[in-house]
């Protein structure tokens, strides 16, 4: 798995690769996998990661950390990069499938680790908003916040739907299946994100009026 950077120093330990190994792992066959099942993919013995991480829980909140790293890592670069630059990162897809995966698998499944992973990437998403607004390549929002949790939860959301529907697509064939849902979204994404839907901004204005005019109504009647 692409570290989606130069390794710092502590990513050439055989802990940090037992973790990337764990991310594989689980993004393949998902949170149910064994620490014997990553020690086989790994090449060690079950006893090496148990001595490093204690745990499977603790080996999988390292996971997550790291999944949000190479997150925010490959967000930001794709910011960086020219458009041209940007839409090449596309075929460098397969570098990053286990980390898409994970991000899904843990999303659906739900529960503490999947919230805290959600609310992390809201959190990113944000912070990315914010740097597209001040370089001037995003929109800017009456509600940053509310527009990150919309544009995240619905894309996962939207994604984690099309694996319901299309039981074909399946989540242990990661490289594959990463490369089918994003030949399949990025055209529809980047249009709605680009040139929207609405032909004009009525609907807006309206809602606009009708909302401050509900809080208007709303303040003068509280005591």
């Given at each position: 798995m692409r570290t989606a950077?130069?390794?710092p120093e502590s990513d050439l330990t055989a802990r940090a690769r037992l973790r990337n190994s764990a991310i594989e792992v689980f993004a393949a066959r998902g949170f149910g996998a064994s620490v014997r099942d990553i020690a086989a993919h790994a090449g060690v013995s079950a006893g090496l990661i148990t001595h490093h991480f204690g745990s499977k829980a603790n080996l999988r909140t390292e996971c997550d950390t790291e999944v949000v790293r190479l997150y925010r890592v490959?967000?930001?670069?794709?910011i960086a990069r020219p458009p041209a630059q940007s839409m090449?990162?596309?075929?460098e897809l397969d570098d990053y499938a286990a980390m898409f995966v994970y991000i899904l698998r843990s999303v659906r499944e739900g529960g503490p680790a999947g919230k805290q992973i959600l609310e992390h990437l809201i959190e990113e998403a944000i912070a990315f908003s914010e740097e597209g607004v001040a370089s001037g390549v995003v929109r800017s929002s009456r509600d940053p916040a509310a527009r990150a949790r919309y544009l995240v939860t619905s894309s996962l959301g939207g994604i984690i739907l099309q694996l319901s529907l299309q039981p074909q697509l399946e989540l242990a064939e990661v490289g594959p299946t990463v490369?089918?849902?994003v030949d399949e979204i990025t055209l529809p994404t980047l249009e709605l994100y680009t040139e929207g839907v609405i032909a004009d901004r009525r609907f807006l204005d309206e809602y606009l009026r009708y909302a401050n005019h509900a809080s208007t109504t709303e303040s003068e009647t509280t005591p």
């Open positions: 950077e130069p390794a490959l967000k930001s670069d794709g090449w990162m596309i075929a490369r089918r849902i």
